[in-house]
């Protein structure tokens, strides 16, 4: 059984701090993408063990928690990922 299966419809809705976190992600993507890069890494282990946590407590809270951390990450990543096709863009555009 996976995380996202044992979640409730309420707890998959966007959590209110993670609009400010992807505002966040894609100014940080304009001004800094190296750190970005850093950052997306980051974002990406603490998913990894908050899922692996969840799995072994299988917790509302850390079920919760873990569902956080992946969506910080992939937050992270798309704004990641839209600096690097507007960089192809420009590229192929050149």
């Known amino acids: 059984m996976t995380i996202a299966s044992r979640m409730s419809a309420d707890e998959a809705t966007v959590p209110a701090d993670l609009d400010g976190a992807i505002a966040s ?3 940080l993507a304009a001004m800094d993408p190296p750190a970005l890069r850093s950052l997306v ?3 990406n282990q603490i998913s990894l063990e908050s899922a692996a ?3 072994e407590q299988a917790t ?3 079920l919760a928690r873990a569902d956080r951390s992946a969506r910080r990450a992939a937050a992270a990543r798309a704004a990641l990922d839209s600096i690097d ?3 192809e863009y420009e590229a192929v555009a050149n």
Request: glycine fraction near 0%.
């Open 41 to 43: 890494a980051e974002l």
């Open 85 to 87: 096709a507007e960089d």
């Open 25 to 27: 992600y894609q100014r």
């Open 53 to 55: 946590s969840a799995e």
């Open 60 to 62: 509302p809270e850390a």
